[in-house]
């Protein structure tokens, strides 16, 4: 096998520029999440993320973390989330506007607000993915659903 390495950097920064960060090659996954705990942490209407192996990310700057997000300690943007073996980034916090990124599913969309429609070719889920760990309510400590591998056969809710 001679396969060609995907080297392609992506560069993300905080609102006030104290944490930066870097990201080798493709995303293993793009999603968006409609549920109350994207709403409340990031303030808008839904949360928009990457996710990559933690061995190709590269962070500097001091984040501090409550529940399961992490943010800028000085200008409090939601940045980064470091956990397990992956680094769930924030589309918005990378400094190219707009991103190559397109998400491949879309998590509680019965929230999804009503100006909103589904992403066409984007999975639709009523709740999160189905995981190992299981469902479970937004809100529970330590909920890290959203960014779990996902496993085969994982159930497509009706849209
Ligand atoms: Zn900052
Ligand atoms: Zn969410």
Redesign the pocket.
Known sequence: MNDRIDETVRFGSCYCRAVTFRVTGQPLRVGI???????KTSGSA??AYAVWPISVFEQTGQTSTYGNRSFCVTCGSRVTWVHDDEAEVMIGSLDVVPTDLTPEYE??VGRRENWLHALPEARQFDH?RETERGLSE?GAPGRTV?TDVPRPGELLPPV
């Open positions: 999440c409609h549920c109350a705990d994207c709403r839904f949360s998590l509680w999160d937004p959203e």
